[in-house]
């Protein structure tokens, strides 16, 4: 079974400018997470999808937003890039219900960088 | 609040010498403990999880981890290290009524041959 993938790997960009990065679960998982990782913050939580539905939100502008389609497919987008959006953007899914007790497997993740 | 620590950045092992990666935690309720690790330019991969039962957890990669209710601990250990278990290790939790995975900070752990 293929497991998460994530596109693009590497993107360049400048401030202001917008972004969107996509993730495809494994097949079969309905929910998918965001995640922001950087050297000084570690992992952050931006947000969790389910059913198409935002479920869970983290403390990140509102510059940062997502969605989810009916196949489980999720975007995030992030709008008027800054510096410190530079980042590993690392998506992850999960097979139930959200249920606390999921595992979540994670995409390699995609590298933004910020000029 | 929920939270998870991770006391060490760093944690330096000889080859097939046990290495053990602390963790600690702090939440409301039942605790669902996981551990993941990192290679440089990768996402994480799952190890191992605690739910309820034994407090000893077996994973991936030869890795265990011991829940210890009382100290609220979940610290990785593995008897004989590995250079290629060389990685950044992270320890995450969550709680039925909060659904969100709390991370900690990361321990790169090197292990020298």
């Known amino acids: 079974k293929a497991g998460v993938t994530q596109t693009p790997r590497y993107l360049i960009k400048t401030r202001g400018q917008q972004v969107t990065l996509s993730c495809s679960p494994i097949?079969?998982?309905?929910?998918v997470s965001w995640y922001q990782q950087t050297p000084g913050q570690g992992l952050q939580f931006l947000f969790e999808?389910?059913?198409?539905?935002?479920?869970n939100k983290g403390n990140f502008p509102g510059r940062f937003s997502g969605r989810q389609f009916s196949n489980s497919r999720s975007e995030m987008n992030v709008s008027t890039l800054e510096l410190g959006d530079s980042a590993l953007y690392l998506c992850a899914s999960s097979l139930a219900e959200g249920a606390s007790t999921d595992t979540q497997y994670f995409g390699p993740g995609t590298r933004l960088t910020v000029l | 609040a929920q939270s998870v620590a991770q006391p060490e950045d760093q944690v330096n092992v000889a080859e097939g010498n046990p290495l053990t990666v602390k963790c600690t935690y702090s939440v409301s309720g039942n605790p669902y403990l996981f551990w993941y690790v990192q290679y440089p330019n990768r996402g994480l991969q799952f190890l191992l999880k605690y739910i309820t039962g034994d407090n000893l957890v077996k994973g991936s990669y030869g890795f265990e981890a011991e829940f210890n209710k009382s100290q609220t601990s979940f610290h990785l250990k593995k008897p004989s290290a590995l250079v290629s278990d060389s990685a950044l290790y992270f320890c995450?939790?969550?709680?039925?009524?909060?659904?969100?995975?709390?991370f900690g900070s990361g321990t790169k752990l090197n292990v020298k041959p």
């Open positions: 999808y389910f059913s198409e539905t935002q479920r």
């Open positions: 995450a939790v969550r709680t039925y009524n909060f659904n969100k995975f709390y």
């Open positions: 097949s079969g998982h309905r929910s």
